[in-house]
């Protein structure tokens, strides 16, 4: 966890030094511009000293602190991706002969301003809201009527997560009439503590007449699997860990040991041992889509996964997309079906600009 820490602050001050001063160096006045950075060092060092503060300076404060580093993150992408792009536009313009002009233009840093907020503002209120998202897919092996399942991924849920956003999701979902709840991972995040487990309770609300089961994602190990564990199982969720579960007798749910597990000396095991030889279906909780391939092999019947969040923020889905063959969406994969959910919640900045949250119902069938 620390070294995960370490390199998270690394990235993000140094992007909040990089962003800040680019944007600031639009503004002519140097008295104006020395407010600006002072104004946005406040705002990219208030979040980490209110997550650290944390029983040391008064709660309001705390959380005033945090809600004011949430704003900056909020802001930083759309301060970080035009600065990028201006300045390789300057190199360009440099590498061809030509001189790229001054920095400092009010003009530029009102628009520049006006369009951070706008964006920013855009992509809070995205994330806010949740879609539903219906696939039908057929399952062979599958005896009896169909099973609506609903799928989320990636809530990371922390000490400082909405009760009103997380009702909204648990309401969502009830609404649906789910068989079951899967969720593939990711679903508390942050430090343990009282505050940790008041906000997890809204967990409890996710109710389904088969039950709700959970994979663990990499944030359950960086919190700590055994606690992240007892507090998802005192809300009444299942969490399987390389291990299965019978529903009904029609329909095995694996749940596997994410693939960072084996980093913290807990490595997986293969999952062709974990798929009974009793002709019945199987759908894998997977968190990461990593191993898309080996449930294939397996002869899984479905994969589910998340991890992703489709990049979160433009443009990070092109990064994502790289790196995983299937980073959003539902592909085949020869017998077995793969679904990659962008996720319902959202990582550091509180925002999602490359999709719309969602929360995917899965109705199951044999044909």
């Given at each position: 966890?620390?070294?995960?820490?370490?390199?998270?602050?690394?990235?993000?001050?140094?992007?909040?030094?990089?962003?800040?001063?680019?944007?600031?160096?639009?503004?002519?006045?140097?008295?104006?511009r020395r407010t600006v950075l002072g104004l946005a060092a406040l705002g990219a060092l208030a979040l980490p000293i209110g997550?650290?503060?944390?029983?040391?300076?008064?709660?309001?404060?705390?959380?005033?602190?945090?809600?004011?580093?949430?704003?900056?993150?909020?802001?930083?992408?759309?301060?970080?991706?035009?600065?990028?792009?201006?300045?390789?536009?300057?190199?360009?313009?440099?590498?061809?002969?030509?001189?790229?002009?001054?920095?400092?233009?009010?003009?530029?840093?009102?628009?520049?301003?006006?369009?951070?907020?706008?964006?920013?503002?855009?992509?809070?209120?995205?994330?806010?809201?949740?879609?539903?998202?219906?696939?039908?897919?057929?399952?062979?092996?599958?005896?009896?009527?169909?099973?609506?399942?609903?799928?989320?991924?990636?809530?990371?849920?922390?000490?400082?997560?909405?009760?009103?956003?997380?009702?909204?999701?648990?309401?969502?979902?009830?609404?649906?009439?789910?068989?079951?709840?899967?969720?593939?991972?990711?679903?508390?995040?942050?430090?343990?503590?009282?505050?940790?487990?008041?906000?997890?309770?809204?967990?409890?609300?996710?109710?389904?007449?088969?039950?709700?089961?959970?994979?663990?994602?990499?944030?359950?190990?960086?919190?700590?699997?055994?606690?992240?564990?007892?507090?998802?199982?005192?809300?009444?969720?299942?969490?399987?860990?390389?291990?299965?579960?019978?529903?009904?007798?029609?329909?095995?749910?694996?749940?596997?040991?994410?693939?960072?597990?084996?980093?913290?000396?807990?490595?997986?095991?293969?999952?062709?041992?974990?798929?009974?030889?009793?002709?019945?279906?199987?759908?894998?909780?997977?968190?990461?889509?990593?191993?898309?391939?080996?449930?294939?092999?397996?002869?899984?019947?479905?994969?589910?996964?998340?991890?992703?969040?489709?990049g979160q923020i433009f443009p990070f889905q092109f990064v994502?997309?790289?790196?995983?063959?299937?980073?959003?969406?539902?592909?085949?994969?020869?017998?077995?079906?793969?679904?990659?959910?962008?996720?319902?919640?959202?990582?550091?900045?509180?925002?999602?600009?490359?999709?719309?949250?969602?929360?995917?119902?899965?109705?199951?069938?044999?044909?």
């Amino acid at each position: 966890m620390r070294w995960f820490i370490a390199a998270f602050m690394t990235v993000y001050l140094g992007l909040s030094s990089y962003g800040a001063l680019r944007w600031a160096g639009t503004i002519p006045l140097d008295s104006v511009r020395r407010t600006v950075l002072g104004l946005a060092a406040l705002g990219a060092l208030a979040l980490p000293i209110g997550r650290a503060a944390s029983g040391v300076i008064p709660e309001a404060a705390r959380h005033g602190l945090v809600q004011i580093g949430e704003i900056w993150m909020a802001l930083l992408p759309a301060l970080v991706v035009p600065a990028l792009i201006w300045d390789l536009f300057r190199l360009i313009t440099y590498l061809l002969g030509n001189s790229p002009g001054p920095r400092a233009n009010g003009r530029i840093f009102l628009v520049w301003t006006a369009a951070s907020i706008l964006m920013a503002t855009a992509g809070a209120v995205n994330a806010r809201f949740p879609a539903v998202r219906h696939l039908k897919l057929e399952i062979p092996e599958l005896s009896g009527p169909p099973i609506r399942a609903v799928l989320l991924t990636d809530l990371h849920v922390d000490s400082e997560t909405s009760r009103t956003w997380l009702k909204r999701v648990t309401d969502s979902v009830r609404e649906l009439s789910p068989d079951v709840i899967l969720m593939a991972g990711d679903i508390l995040d942050g430090s343990d503590g009282p505050a940790l487990e008041k906000a997890a309770a809204g967990l409890a609300e996710l109710k389904a007449p088969m039950g709700t089961y959970a994979c663990p994602g990499n944030h359950e190990y960086y919190l700590g699997i055994d606690r992240a564990r007892a507090i998802m199982e005192s809300n009444g969720i299942t969490v399987l860990m390389d291990d299965r579960s019978r529903l009904d007798h029609r329909l095995w749910i694996i749940g596997r040991e994410d693939v960072q597990s084996a980093r913290m000396g807990r490595p997986r095991t293969p999952l062709a041992s974990l798929i009974p030889d009793d002709g019945l279906p199987t759908v894998v909780l997977d968190h990461t889509p990593s191993s898309i391939e080996e449930s294939r092999e397996a002869g899984a019947s479905l994969v589910l996964s998340g991890h992703t969040h489709h990049g979160q923020i433009f443009p990070f889905q092109f990064v994502t997309s790289a790196l995983f063959d299937l980073d959003w969406g539902l592909k085949r994969y020869g017998d077995t079906w793969g679904y990659v959910s962008c996720g319902v919640g959202v990582w550091g900045p509180p925002i999602r600009t490359s999709s719309r949250p969602e929360i995917v119902l899965l109705e199951l069938s044999e044909r």
